[in-house]
């Protein structure tokens, strides 16, 4: 798994930086955080639910990469999510209706603090909701706010160090969603 997982994220990388809008990363910044998350969630997660974490880890350290080094989420990566992981929960036997659920109401939260605070989120963050919010959904309702709480403290963590021009709430989201993946088995 760990070699698939390195695999899979030297792929990432180079997907990263033929985006119009990706980022120019080093392989191994990709390959060996996928690497990682990858034999974690084979090392906990149930075998008919082991891809949904596998798709989360790789979109999550394309994107969590790109995010800290451009403060963005690109388009080209968060809106294929959406099919990309309907299709696996699918293909993992989990509730459509309830991914469908999860979806809408944890988009509409991001996107209603968008709103109302412009600043504090960016519209990247709302976009990456929708398909996080399903697999949230699918594992449970009591994982939408967990998960939320959850992105807060990473990105607050995240903040202490944090040097750059806005603080990216991308990562905390995809960290909180990953783990609540992984330990939903």
Not at 91 to 100: H, K, P, S, T, V
Request: aromatic share 8%; net charge positive; charged share 10%.
């Amino acid at each position: 798994m760990v070699i698939s997982g390195f695999l899979a994220g030297a792929v990432g990388a180079g997907l990263l930086r033929r985006l119009p809008r990706g980022a120019h990363v080093g392989l191994l910044w990709c390959a060996v955080p996928t690497a990682v998350l990858w034999f974690v969630a084979w090392a906990l997660a149930p075998p008919p639910w082991l891809p949904v974490p596998l798709l989360l880890a790789w979109l999550g350290v394309l994107l969590t990469v790109t995010d800290l080094r451009h403060q963005r989420l690109p388009d080209a990566l968060t809106l294929p999510a959406y099919p990309a992981i309907g299709v696996t929960l699918w293909l993992c036997g989990a509730d459509l209706w309830r991914a469908l659920a999860g979806c809408v109401v944890f988009a509409g939260f991001h996107l209603l603090v968008r709103l109302l605070s412009p600043s504090a989120m960016g519209g990247g963050d709302v976009k990456l909701a929708g398909p996080l919010g399903a697999v949230l959904g699918s594992v449970s309702w009591l994982a939408l706010p967990l998960a939320a709480v959850l992105a807060s403290v990473v990105t607050l963590v995240l903040g202490l160090w944090w040097r750059g021009e806005g603080l990216p709430h991308g990562p905390g989201l995809l960290a909180a969603t990953w783990l609540v993946a992984v330990s939903a088995g």
